[in-house]
């Protein structure tokens, strides 16, 4: 199983980006899926998720201006981030469990200019 995160770039505040996460290998259709994030010098923090059935829960900080989803036939997640903020600045990881054990992709980073 392998992650492949995309998307991030530099963008002012209070602007959108979509990021999007391609799952190699695995049961897409099985497998709740994950948006971590970790700014600098801060711990890596839970963001969203979306389980297998569509079912999503977001961290507070982030509810409102965060939307995550998937698609099948892609093999892929979303995270629509809108009115970003300077705090939102991070590199974000998909990750998902696989076999028991958690599968981190490479991250995407996105930096939010006041």
């Known amino acids: 199983v392998q992650l492949q995160a995309s998307g991030g770039g530099l963008v002012q505040s209070g602007g959108s980006l979509r990021l999007s996460c391609k799952l190699s290998?695995?049961?897409?259709?099985?497998?709740?899926l994950d948006w971590y994030r970790q700014a600098p010098g801060e711990e890596r923090e839970f963001v969203a998720t979306v389980s297998a059935n569509g079912a999503t829960n977001y961290a507070d900080s982030v509810k409102g201006r965060f939307t995550v989803s998937r698609e099948w036939p892609r093999r892929t997640m979303y995270l629509q981030i809108d009115n970003l903020k300077p705090e939102d600045t991070a590199v974000y990881y998909c990750?998902?469990?696989?076999?028991?054990?958690?599968?981190w992709g490479q991250g995407t980073l996105v930096t939010v200019s006041s």
């Open positions: 990750s998902t469990v696989s076999r028991g054990a958690r599968i």
């Open positions: 290998g695995g049961n897409f259709k099985i497998m709740d």
